[in-house]
Each structure stands twice: as C-alpha cells, then as structure tokens.
C-alpha cells in the first residue's frame, strides 16, 4: 500500500515562527504537492513538484516555500506563520505517467497560529 | 481555466435513503473525473473515477457517470449507511502532469 506520512498532526505555533511540515512517501512517487483545507474553500493548491529541487506555484504560494532535496520527502515551510495561515495542510504524491491521475494523501497536518 | 461546482452542504440524510451529491466542470480538452472521501479525522482517499464520456465508476455502492452533454458527473448511491458520514470531493484532471482541480466539498451527515 501506498503510504503518505505527515510529521505533524497537530502544531500550535506563535505569530512569527518559522514553520516546517514535513511529508514523505514510500512509493518512489515523482510529483508532490501540498494543498491546504479550509471550511467552504475546499482544497487548494499551495505548491507542487514533479522531481527532486523541483517546484511549481500552485493557486495560493504567498507566505510558503517548500523544498524538495529528496524524491521521498517535500517540506513546506512557513517562513513567518500569521494567524491566517491556521489551517489544514495535505500532502499528497501521485506517479507520472499514471493515466488516471490518482493522488495519494497523507492524513493532515492541522497547523493552529496564535 | 478548469474548474469544479458541486453542491453545497451539509447534506443530511437518514439511514437507507437515497443519495445525490451533483457536480459540474469546466474544463479544455476530455478531463479525468473523479470522487475522493475524507473520513473524519482522515486524509482523503479516492472513490472511484471515470476517464472518458459515459464511463461510470463504481465503488461501495456509489457510482457516478460521466456526461459530457451535460458536463457533469454527480454521484449517487442507492441507500447511505451512517458510516459513509464523511465530505465528499469532486475532482478533474485534464492532461498531462497537470494537478488535480477539487471542487469545494460536500459534507454528508447520515444519521440511524
């Protein structure tokens, strides 16, 4: 089975902190990607990646950057938390070439920003 | 650019009753469709999919059809057990190594 593990299910950090979530895969997965979750705003891309030091803005990268020096492991970071960033992360990896695109997701990573 | 409208919730039903969740898209090209299910507490996990016009994809007794008419693939399932309480995302993918567009979600909430 396919597994995606976050590091983190639940972080409380302060206003100004550097934040780091981890997620990593075991599937030799060359794509990640990292969304966020907020109640009536569903799923939203923050940044993906189809390879190792490879990355793409997805349709929210203000406030993130992520790093990916491995293939099994992508790292968001949150370079100076703000309360609006208080949210749900998901990370999640899918193979290329696979036709039908299915994505993969890790549990979830609830970030709360006082 | 591509997108997904599904119906907004909550959605509340009762045991053995009926159950639709529409979604419509908006997309270039033949897109992949596809239901992921987010259990409480859980990442989501996928449904079940459909990649071409009039595919339907089944799984735990709920299916979806893909219309292209009428751009839509709205799931379905004949009687909703209390455990399928959970949010329900539409999702396309159009081509290439493109990412996944979700829909907002619909939460379901069945109850005895």
């Known amino acids: 089975d396919v597994k995606v593990t976050q590091s983190s299910r639940y972080l409380v950090k302060r206003t100004g902190e550097k934040v780091f979530l981890e997620c990593v895969q075991d599937m030799d997965h060359e794509n990640m990607f990292w969304y966020r979750q907020d109640p009536g705003l569903g799923l939203r891309l923050i940044y993906f990646?189809?390879?190792?030091?490879?990355?793409e803005k997805g349709d929210i990268p203000e406030g993130y950057s992520v790093s990916r020096e491995k293939k099994e492991r992508f790292s968001l970071i949150l370079e100076s938390a703000s309360t609006n960033q208080t949210s749900m992360y998901l990370c999640?990896?899918?193979?290329?070439?696979?036709?039908?695109?299915?994505?993969?997701f890790g549990e979830g990573s609830r970030l709360t920003v006082l | 650019g591509d997108s997904v409208t599904q119906m907004e919730g909550p959605v509340t039903l009762s045991e053995e009753a009926f159950l639709t969740i529409n979604c419509t898209y908006t997309a270039t090209g033949y897109p992949s469709l596809f239901w992921y299910v987010q259990y409480p507490g859980e990442g989501l996990q996928l449904l079940l999919k459909a990649t071409k016009a009039d595919d339907k994809g089944s799984n735990k007794g709920f299916e979806a059809t893909y219309r292209k008419e009428t751009t839509s693939f709205h799931l379905e399932k004949g009687s909703v057990q209390v455990s399928d309480s959970a949010v329900y995302f539409c999702?396309?993918?159009?081509?290439?190594?493109?990412?996944?567009?979700f829909g907002k979600g619909t939460r379901l909430s069945v109850i005895a």
């Open positions: 999640a990896s899918r193979p290329t070439g696979e036709r039908t695109g299915e994505l993969f």
């Open positions: 999702a396309l993918r159009t081509s290439g190594n493109t990412p996944l567009v």
């Open positions: 990646s189809y390879d190792v030091k490879m990355k």
